[in-house]
């Protein structure tokens, strides 16, 4: 019964290990097309770069004996990262909530921020709150009622109960994975199509 009670930041501050990972590179699913969109309007080249980091969190979820330099994928992610000066378009922010994201798991994995998936929820709903602000979809009043915003939290939150469930990583890749993509849309609601 306390964990119903418990909000979502909470719920995440609570996962260890594998959870943690699997949990962030979830809602990383959700994240990285915005990325991708962006790197294509904005002829940026660095999308296939963060495809392979989130594709290397997967795997050391599934396979957690693999081992991978987490300093050289920090520093591909860096190189990855776009420069709101360089850009005029909204698209900027989301990716680099994006490149954040993946970072933040990847310091997580590397050891060095035990709350790495904290990070990445706050990021999810973060990037979600200033799209809709942005586009003027709501206001700081409505914002938290928005049928984005609302599925957002409900996408977290069984994506929760999926891992706290879970058994085994393999398992839970896949079964987190299926949520994370199951509606189809980014966590900004773009078309995954």
């Known amino acids: 019964m306390a964990k119903q009670k418990l909000n979502i930041f909470a719920r995440v501050r609570e996962l260890e290990g594998w959870k943690a990972v699997a949990y962030s590179a979830a809602l990383l699913e ?24 989130l594709d290397l969190i997967w795997e050391s979820v599934k396979a957690p004996k693999s081992k991978f330099n987490v300093a050289v994928q920090l520093e591909k992610v860096e190189l990855g990262t776009p420069d709101t000066q360089d850009f005029d378009t909204y698209g900027v922010y989301p990716a680099i909530d994006a490149a954040i994201g993946v970072a933040a798991a990847l310091n997580l994995i590397g050891g060095d921020d035990p709350q790495g ?14 799209y809709l602000l942005a586009s003027g979809e709501a206001s700081d009043e409505t914002v938290k009622e928005h049928p984005l915003m ?4 409900a996408v977290q939150d069984e994506l929760l109960s999926t891992i706290e469930q ?10 987190l994975k299926q949520v994370a993509l199951e509606e189809g849309i980014s966590n900004i609601g773009l078309d995954l199509a």
């Open 117 to 130: 998936a904290v990070v990445v929820s706050k990021l999810s709903q973060g990037s979600v709150e200033a």
């Open 150 to 153: 609302m599925f957002e939290i």
């Open 166 to 175: 879970a058994t085994s990583p393999q398992q839970a890749a896949q079964s």
């Open 30 to 53: 959700r994240m990285i097309p915005n990325y991708a969109l962006f790197c294509e309007v904005s002829e940026y080249e660095e999308a296939a770069n963060l495809r392979a980091c």
